[in-house]
């Protein structure tokens, strides 16, 4: 009887523990244990959002894993998903601050981070973070005020001497920047942003060896962070080593696709070598996150100039024009393209649009037209156009 009792205990022991692996299995998130991979963590939350779409938690959760895998796009619109839900939790807030700042746009940081404060959220992050962008928009006294509530709580916080390091550099002390930036990588030993600042500083420097010793240091504790191979690109690029820094730039697309200035620079190392089919492919593809650039649309248009390619150049013609609305040369060979390809209609617009081109007498000829506006290098049109859009100086450089 006895035997039997044990038996059927045993038995219901044993149901239980594999009932509840089975339960543990479904309903907790693996550890981001596979060499700093976040796959298994994504997959997971894949699936049970695809379950339940609604959940907040659940999108806040693969938001704070978006934002790690530096896929800040994707973080945002989770974060922003898990507050259309529940807007009044403030840790969303917060994600929805830091992803922000992550990606330049620090006015829309702040709004986040004063919800967060509205909130009644009291964490040392918050106020770390909020000393960091109204530093970053130079507001320095409000800069200064979270700063000091942060250093009563978290006196060693990485980022803290991280700002400290930048408020240094700001005013010409790279000395003490170094030892606030080295501060902050022992206190976080991922910093990114700690290593960015040091390898620009000794950029500036012109000790690319060091340099190019934080960058790699970097990349081993962090290896999809596509920041640092853009700094690797970047320094190769100074060293004259301009193939390695074109695989490093690619390998920064590689990722984050989305990484404009990488397509800037690849761009312009391919203009440089004499590769216009590669430079055209990168340098369009960068007007589709700034449409601004001048210079880049010069060089688009003097690429397809050099390849008797005037008629597909037009469209990057008419952005220059709106871009460069002064410059009465360039709207007087975008006038005459319209009428050498027969585009009536546009030729009207334009002539509309900006009257002053009718001042330039119909008796000056084109080659008059760009003598005047910039010294023409060749003879043939393709040329004479190219030069009013002559590309001024090429930047080497551009911090993300």
């Not at 909130?119 to 960091?132: I, K, M």
């Not at 002539?351 to 060749?378: C, S």
């Given at each position: 009887?006895?035997?039997?009792?044990?038996?059927?205990?045993?038995?219901?022991?044993?149901?239980?523990?594999?009932?509840?692996?089975?339960?543990?299995?479904?309903?907790?998130?693996?550890?981001?244990?596979?060499?700093g991979s976040y796959e298994p963590q994504l997959n997971y939350l894949n699936e049970a959002i695809k379950d339940d779409p609604e959940n907040d938690e659940l999108l806040y959760k693969r938001a704070r894993v978006y934002f790690n895998m530096y896929r800040y796009t994707d973080a945002l619109r989770d974060v922003?998903?898990?507050?259309?839900?529940?807007?009044?939790?403030?840790?969303?807030?917060?994600?929805?601050?830091?992803?922000?700042?992550?990606?330049?746009?620090?006015?829309?940081?702040?709004?986040?981070?004063?919800?967060?404060?509205?909130?009644?959220?009291?964490?040392?992050?918050?106020?770390?973070?909020?000393?960091?962008?109204?530093?970053?928009?130079?507001?320095?006294?409000?800069?200064?005020?979270?700063?000091?509530?942060?250093?009563?709580?978290?006196?060693?916080?990485?980022?803290?001497?991280?700002?400290?390091?930048?408020?240094?550099?700001?005013?010409?002390?790279?000395?003490?920047?170094?030892?606030?930036?080295?501060?902050?990588?022992?206190?976080?030993?991922?910093?990114?942003?700690?290593?960015?600042?040091?390898?620009?500083?000794?950029?500036?420097?012109?000790?690319?060896?060091?340099?190019?010793?934080?960058?790699?240091?970097?990349?081993?504790?962090?290896?999809?962070?596509?920041?640092?191979?853009?700094?690797?690109?970047?320094?190769?690029?100074?060293?004259?080593?301009?193939?390695?820094?074109?695989?490093?730039?690619?390998?920064?697309?590689?990722?984050?696709?989305?990484?404009?200035?990488?397509?800037?620079?690849?761009?312009?190392?391919?203009?440089?070598?004499?590769?216009?089919?590669?430079?055209?492919?990168?340098?369009?593809?960068?007007?589709?996150?700034?449409?601004?650039?001048?210079?880049?649309?010069?060089?688009?248009?003097?690429?397809?100039?050099?390849?008797?390619?005037?008629?597909?150049?037009?469209?990057?013609?008419?952005?220059?024009?709106?871009?460069?609305?002064?410059?009465?040369?360039?709207?007087?060979v975008l006038q005459k393209l319209y009428k050498d390809y027969s585009i009536g209609a546009k030729e009207d617009t334009v002539r509309k649009a900006h009257p002053e081109v009718m001042a330039v007498h119909h008796a000056y000829t084109v080659d008059t037209v760009r003598r005047n506006t910039i010294p023409v290098?060749?003879?043939?049109?393709?040329?004479?156009?190219?030069?009013?859009?002559?590309?001024?100086?090429?930047?080497?450089?551009?911090?993300?």
């Amino acid at each position: 009887m006895i035997k039997n009792v044990y038996a059927v205990l045993y038995f219901f022991l044993v149901f239980s523990l594999m009932s509840c692996r089975e339960d543990s299995k479904k309903e907790s998130m693996p550890l981001n244990a596979i060499k700093g991979s976040y796959e298994p963590q994504l997959n997971y939350l894949n699936e049970a959002i695809k379950d339940d779409p609604e959940n907040d938690e659940l999108l806040y959760k693969r938001a704070r894993v978006y934002f790690n895998m530096y896929r800040y796009t994707d973080a945002l619109r989770d974060v922003e998903g898990a507050i259309k839900v529940k807007s009044s939790n403030g840790d969303y807030y917060l994600l929805g601050a830091q992803i922000n700042f992550a990606l330049g746009d620090f006015f829309k940081s702040i709004k986040f981070s004063e919800k967060a404060e509205s909130l009644g959220l009291d964490d040392p992050e918050l106020s770390v973070l909020q000393a960091r962008v109204y530093w970053a928009t130079g507001d320095t006294s409000r800069s200064t005020l979270y700063l000091k509530k942060a250093e009563l709580v978290v006196p060693f916080n990485s980022d803290i001497s991280l700002l400290k390091g930048e408020q240094c550099v700001s005013k010409g002390d790279t000395l003490t920047a170094i030892k606030y930036l080295m501060s902050a990588i022992r206190g976080n030993r991922k910093n990114s942003a700690a290593y960015l600042d040091l390898v620009k500083i000794y950029l500036h420097k012109e000790k690319e060896d060091s340099a190019l010793l934080y960058t790699l240091l970097a990349k081993e504790l962090d290896p999809h962070n596509p920041n640092f191979y853009f700094s690797e690109g970047k320094i190769f690029y100074q060293k004259g080593m301009k193939q390695s820094a074109i695989v490093s730039y690619k390998n920064c697309l590689r990722e984050d696709s989305a990484y404009a200035l990488a397509f800037y620079q690849l761009g312009l190392l391919y203009y440089k070598e004499g590769n216009t089919i590669e430079a055209f492919k990168f340098l369009q593809k960068y007007t589709a996150y700034d449409k601004n650039s001048k210079d880049v649309y010069r060089y688009l248009i003097e690429i397809l100039n050099d390849q008797n390619k005037e008629k597909e150049a037009i469209p990057y013609y008419e952005r220059l024009v709106f871009l460069d609305s002064n410059n009465i040369g360039l709207k007087y060979v975008l006038q005459k393209l319209y009428k050498d390809y027969s585009i009536g209609a546009k030729e009207d617009t334009v002539r509309k649009a900006h009257p002053e081109v009718m001042a330039v007498h119909h008796a000056y000829t084109v080659d008059t037209v760009r003598r005047n506006t910039i010294p023409v290098k060749k003879d043939s049109l393709a040329s004479q156009r190219s030069a009013v859009i002559q590309p001024s100086t090429i930047k080497d450089s551009t911090v993300r």
